[in-house]
């Protein structure tokens, strides 16, 4: 498997992760259950992960543009 396809699966299984863990804390605040305070923090690491495979995947097109135009040359 290449390097992009795992970093795109790795971006979509995050994603999953990320919408899971924000669904359940709105159903526990939804069923008047208020979490600790802790359980508002468990999104930011698949949000950390997903900043930057969206990134990586963002400049994948420029990056490729650019190693074309060198190798052309």
Known sequence: ???????????RWTS????????????MLGMGQQPVEWVYYLPLP???????TGLYMFALPYLGKRRSAVAAE
């Open 1 to 11: 498997m290449g390097v992009n396809r795992a970093i795109r699966q790795v971006h």
């Open 16 to 27: 999953i992760i990320f919408a899971a863990i924000v669904v359940a804390i709105f159903a």
């Open 46 to 52: 698949p949000l950390a992960v997903l900043l930057l």
